[in-house]
């Protein structure tokens, strides 16, 4: 289900991919794009804590969606603070793993696989 996530975000980043716009006006789907950023965020501490050894992959995860998308100003802004929100949001609440955190890793990344899905499918060429 981890790799199917990543491949949704990955395609959606290649997808969502535009040139930067002139005044960097929100767009339609910033919205999905910052909730998006919040769980990777989530995701990001909860794996770490819970054994995953995945380094910083869901980190590098914001950095290729970031890169496609080529937000400045406000709207850069709002995506990193999704996603320290998401990761200081589990921070504050777990130091360890535990049995609701796991549960938290599977419906984030079911959510954040749905967002990523619909996306594409909506906004993509």
Known sequence: ?????????????ACLATPARAQDAAAPFDGDLQRLAEILGALHYLRGICGSNEGAKWRNEMQALIDAETPSGDRRARMIAGFNRGYNGFQQTYRTCTPAATVAIRRYIEEGSKISRDLTARYAN
């Open 1 to 13: 289900m981890i790799k199917a996530f990543l491949a949704v975000v990955i395609l959606m980043s």
